[in-house]
C-alpha cells in the first residue's frame, strides 16, 4: 500500500511542476506566495516533502487548479484541461 501511496505523491508533484510551467511560473514565485523558501517548494515538487490538506489546497489556488484535477489527473491531462478553459 505505501507503493501506491508514494506513487500518487509523486504524481501530484508532477502536477504541480506541470501546471507551474505551464503557468510560467517559478518555484521562487510559489515559494514566496507560500511563504517557504525555494529549497522547501522544490522538496515538494520532487514529492520529498508530504503536505497537508491546507497547503494543498493553497497550491491548487495559486496555480488556480481545481484540488480534485490536481488530485486525479494526470500531468499531460491536466495540461490539457487548462488550455481548454
Known amino acids: 500500500m505505501n507503493e501506491s501511496i508514494d506513487t500518487k505523491i ?3 508533484a508532477l502536477n504541480f511542476r506541470k501546471i ?3 503557468r ?3 518555484q521562487e514565485y510559489l515559494a514566496m506566495k507560500l511563504g517557504i523558501s525555494q529549497n ?3 522538496k515538494i515538487e ?5 503536505i497537508t ?3 494543498l ?3 491548487s489556488h495559486i496555480l488556480d487548479v481545481d484540488t480534485v484535477d490536481l488530485l486525479s489527473a ?3 491531462d491536466l495540461v490539457r484541461l487548462q488550455t481548454t478553459k
Open 10 to 12: 509523486r504524481s501530484v
Open 46 to 50: 520532487l514529492g520529498y516533502t508530504r
Open 20 to 22: 507551474r510551467e505551464y
Open 57 to 59: 489546497i493553497q497550491i
Open 74 to 76: 494526470d500531468a499531460e
Open 40 to 42: 522547501a517548494y522544490s
Open 53 to 55: 490538506l491546507e497547503r
Open 24 to 26: 510560467n511560473y517559478t
